[in-house]
């Protein structure tokens, strides 16, 4: 009897001091919260990047070395000029320019001129499991130095429609502006670089596994300035407007004035009609890169196509992206047949019967358009 009390009274000791364990380490957790912010917010910076015609985009960043600052590639990509402050201080220094770039995986190291703060530390990000207690710290929106926290809600091996490899999905809130900030864990080690938010949906966050960073910090090499010339991931070259008019109008001139299935009788009204063509061409795509335009239709319309069709077709969130791109040519196609119908109908001495011939030369005209593109010089 004696021994079943003893072992009863020897449970529950163990029960109560196991529960004591656990509310202490809730207590260190919570404790450090503060203590990871301070140190956190003391090497992250605000990135403020402008390109070559002035215009402004704002990102978050952290130190990594000296002089060296991490963030993501798409903070820095179509700059020409860009500074840094800490989110603690007010005066702003130089970015000389990038060290080395993970295109693929959206991440950039740059080096700052006349700047230093301690590197954060760097965790192991293979080690990451969902549920574990995470903290973002970044600038979303222009607030600087904004510490969340939330969890590890996912972690997906496939990336997403932007990010190769692993990422790691996230709960913590986020907002634009707080790309290239660091995801740390409880005992403040970057874990994770932010890099991606869902608009829709409610805490869809993705971060880069930090790993793959320390492989890029193995590559840093000499500065590199920014170019010019380089433009949003995913996006494509801009066609200058005058070879826009130009190619519009000589391939539409060419198709309605020589293919026997347009009824045309005078030359001046197919230069009328093709000259019409390339303005409305001209006048629709200047609409599309106005910067008041929505930003998703805009990445849609300028879309490229993706560079590992692999990837692609195996990515859940990249295959959307894919199917996007390839429905636009059958979009515009339709688009331009619509303007020959319209023309038909408005314009006299101008005859296109039938859906099919309307569709036929619409065909032509898209074709003979994009061979024009390949072969004129600096498009």
Not at 61 to 67: A, D, E, I, M, T
Not at 72 to 99: M, P
Not at 234 to 257: C, D, E, H, R
Not at 356 to 372: H, R, Y
């Amino acid at each position: 009897m004696n021994y079943i009390i003893t072992y009863k009274a020897k449970l529950l000791l163990s029960f109560i001091l196991l529960l004591g364990l656990l509310c202490y380490e809730i207590n260190i957790v919570t404790a450090q919260a503060p203590e990871i912010a301070q140190k956190t917010k003391a090497s992250t910076v605000l990135l403020e990047m402008k390109d070559a015609r002035g215009r402004s985009t704002q990102g978050s960043g952290f130190f990594v070395g000296n002089r060296l600052v991490a963030t993501n590639h798409h903070v820095i990509n179509g700059a020409k000029t860009g500074t840094v402050k800490l989110v603690v201080e007010q005066r702003r220094f130089e970015i000389e320019g990038a060290v080395a770039i993970d295109k693929n995986h959206d991440l950039a190291i740059v080096k700052v001129r006349g700047l230093n703060a301690p590197p954060l530390p760097l965790g192991n990000s293979d080690t990451v499991e969902e549920g574990e207690i995470v903290y973002a710290v970044g600038n979303p929106r222009g607030f600087e130095g904004t510490f969340s926290s939330g969890e590890i809600s996912n972690i997906r091996p496939q990336g997403t429609s932007r990010i190769k490899d692993k990422v790691l999905q996230f709960t913590a809130p986020i907002s634009r502006g707080s790309s290239g900030g660091a995801m740390v864990n409880r005992w403040g080690e970057v874990i994770g670089i932010v890099s991606e938010t869902r608009d829709d949906g409610q805490n869809l966050n993705f971060a880069i596994p930090v790993n793959t960073l320390k492989s890029l910090l193995m590559q840093v090499g000499p500065v590199t300035p920014f170019p010019d010339d380089v433009l949003s991931p995913g996006m494509k070259n801009q066609t200058a407007y005058p070879l826009i008019l130009l190619t519009m109008s000589v391939s539409a001139f060419l198709i309605i004035w020589f293919l026997p299935m347009v009824e045309i009788e005078q030359w001046q009204i197919a230069v009328g009609v093709a000259l019409g063509f390339g303005a409305i061409k001209t006048l629709l795509t200047a609409i599309l890169r106005s910067d008041s335009l929505p930003v998703g239709i805009k990445s849609f319309l300028a879309s490229a196509p993706p560079t590992d069709i692999g990837h692609a077709l195996g990515c859940q969130d990249c295959i959307v992206g894919l199917i996007f791109y390839v429905i636009k040519l059958p979009i515009y196609l339709v688009f331009i047949a619509f303007l020959f119908g319209i023309t038909n109908v408005a314009v006299r001495k101008f005859e296109l019967n039938g859906f099919f011939p309307t569709f036929f030369v619409a065909l032509l005209v898209v074709t003979g358009e994009i061979l024009l593109r390949l072969l004129l010089p600096g498009v």
